[in-house]
């Protein structure tokens, strides 16, 4: 009996652990066997709120987007029964839709300082490129929050700590205008704009 109790506890903690994860709908909500291996494992979780982010940037560019992609749910994403799956179907749905996402960033216009003018992310930051490699570093109140380094593709910026694996960064560009560049964080889903200021 105890072993039991014990067991539930368990299997509870975990359902409770999984739900956690950040997916682009509400893993509280989690209706289908397909959502709830969603909900279950942080990486799949990820995969499908970057999907999302992805999907909805790029939907209103051309028709057959939004048919295309309920296809995809319905043919593809419904037919896995398994995690490894999911995460395969996903990583090459990403890079399908990823055609369809012209980046309005160079890394020539990444490169330099800047300073947040609205929403939530880092205060102050900046990108350098010594073309041996490529250092981030961070301000809160003007002083230093975080280094580490950076890199740039396909119009997302990955920020990895210097020293600390678990502290990254991925930041999708929403827009890039009039110098202010708006960015995403694809984990929190956080919006944050910024202006160049060197």
């Not at 893993?27 to 291996?37: I, Q």
């Not at 179907?89 to 609205?118: H, M």
Request: hydrophobic letters at 35%.
């Amino acid at each position: 009996m105890i072993r039991l109790i014990y067991f539930l506890n368990f299997c509870t903690l975990l359902f409770t652990v999984g739900y956690a994860h950040s997916a682009s709908f509400d893993c509280n909500k989690a209706s289908t066997r397909t959502e709830h291996l969603i909900c279950s494992d942080e990486d799949l979780s990820l995969l499908d709120s970057k999907l999302g982010l992805l999907f909805g940037s790029i939907k209103d560019k051309t028709k057959t987007l939004i048919g295309g992609q309920r296809k995809w749910l319905a043919d593809k994403r419904a037919a896995c029964q398994s995690i490894d799956c999911l995460k395969n179907v996903y990583a090459q749905r990403i890079k399908e839709l990823k055609k369809f996402d012209g980046c309005p960033l160079t890394l020539s216009n990444l490169v330099g300082s800047w300073v947040r003018k609205q929403g939530d992310g880092f205060e102050e930051m900046a990108f350098t490129d010594d073309k041996i490699n490529k250092y981030f570093t961070s301000w809160i109140h003007h002083q230093p929050e975080m280094t580490g380094f950076w890199d740039y593709s396909q119009c997302e910026i990955n920020i990895k700590h210097s020293t600390e694996e678990k502290i990254q960064f991925e930041l999708k560009v929403k827009a890039f205008s009039k110098g202010l560049l708006t960015l995403v964080d694809t984990d929190s889903g956080n919006v944050a704009s910024y202006r160049k200021t060197k």
